[in-house]
């Protein structure tokens, strides 16, 4: 719970007062996409604005840029 992102959220340490935008895979195996719907939800209802774009067929390590 230390390390994850959503239990930041939903305890406070992470401030909604940016907007967020969240991108995921939807074939990822190492992390679901769930994850991301979860956090998405978990911003909204302390006010965060979201933005979170689910990419099917796409796994884990999928969305990084080549030339990185």
Known sequence: RESSP???VEDG???PAME??????????TVPSTSS???ASALERRGASVTLT????KGHGDLIVPWM
């Open 37 to 39: 719907q979860r956090m």
């Open 54 to 57: 689910l990419l099917p067929g």
């Open 6 to 8: 959503l239990g930041w």
């Open 13 to 15: 340490r992470a401030l």
């Open 20 to 29: 967020w935008v969240l991108t995921h895979g939807t074939t990822d195996r």
